[in-house]
T-cell receptor, first 117, second 119 residues
Framework: AQSVTQLGSHVSVSEGALVLLRCNYS??????LFWYVQYPNQGLQLLLK??????LVKGINGFEAEFKKSETSFHLTKPSAHMSDAAEYFC???????????????FGQGTILTVHP | GAVVSQHPSWVICKSGTSVKIECRSL??????MFWYRQFPKQSLMLMAT?????????EQGVEKDKFLINHASLTLSTLTVTSAHPEDSSFYIC???????????????FGPGTRLLVL
């Protein structure tokens, strides 16, 4: 079984400050890892994903995340926050392949990011 | 990226009626689509996996007779909430899986969601 824990349901930063959203996962097999963003009353947009290869993954809108197997973490960062980054962010994990769970995403609880002027 | 649409974007219905929600992949074919439910201020919960040309696979605790899923083509899956009740009010989101040449190249693209309010 897989699970995802996002530390902090709310994160507040000032515009221009570093954004750090934490995600830890539990998986019995090497996972695929994702970060999605959701704006109010909208669906989810993929920010970035880790599947294989380089553990530091760069995504859209200046976000990046690093897969750390030893820490079972996949934290999302952005060097400088913009007002437009205010949204809810979801970390997700899926099975690498095979079996009935293939392709299913398990989401974390979500972290609401607030950006202050 | 790829585009997934949902229709309607919101719907209000009376208790006891049925509501159909459509999920379409607009620029790619999707043999697999997923249906999620999201309660206010909560995460997404997978309801079922919709497979083109075969029966949907439901997650534990999801009533398959209440949430009917049909995946009749490679670009369309529908979710019908039958005999809707107020507790079915929620935000329903679909996703469509776009395959790549290799398994790790696949990506799920999400629709904009459908907000259902049952009175």
């Amino acid at each position: 079984a897989q699970s995802v824990t996002q530390l902090g349901s709310h994160v507040s930063v000032s515009e221009g400050a570093l954004v750090l959203l934490r995600c830890n996962y539990s998986s019995s097999v090497p996972p695929y890892l994702f970060w999605y963003v959701q704006y109010p009353n909208q669906g989810l947009q993929l920010l970035l994903k880790y599947t294989t290869g380089a553990t530091l993954v760069k995504g859209i809108n200046g976000f990046e995340a690093e897969f750390k197997k030893s820490e079972t973490s996949f934290h999302l960062t952005k060097p400088s926050a913009h007002m437009s980054d205010a949204a809810e962010y979801f970390c997700a994990v899926s099975d690498r392949g095979g079996g009935t769970s293939y392709g299913k995403l398990t989401f974390g609880q979500g972290t609401i990011l607030t950006v202050h002027p | 990226g790829a585009v997934v649409s949902q229709h309607p974007s919101w719907v209000i219905c009376k208790s006891g009626t049925s509501v159909k929600i459509e999920c379409r992949s607009l620029d790619f074919q999707a043999t697999t689509m997923f249906w999620y439910r999201q309660f206010p201020k909560q995460s997404l919960m997978l309801m079922a996996t919709s497979n083109e040309g075969s029966k949907a696979t439901y997650e534990q605790g999801v009533e398959k007779d209440k949430f009917l899923i049909n995946h009749a083509s490679l670009t369309l899956s529908t979710l019908t909430v039958t005999s809707a009740h107020p507790e079915d009010s929620s935000f329903y989101i679909c996703s469509a899986r776009k395959m790549g040449l290799l398994s790790y190249q696949e990506t799920q693209y999400f629709g904009p969601g459908t907000r259902l309010l049952v009175l």
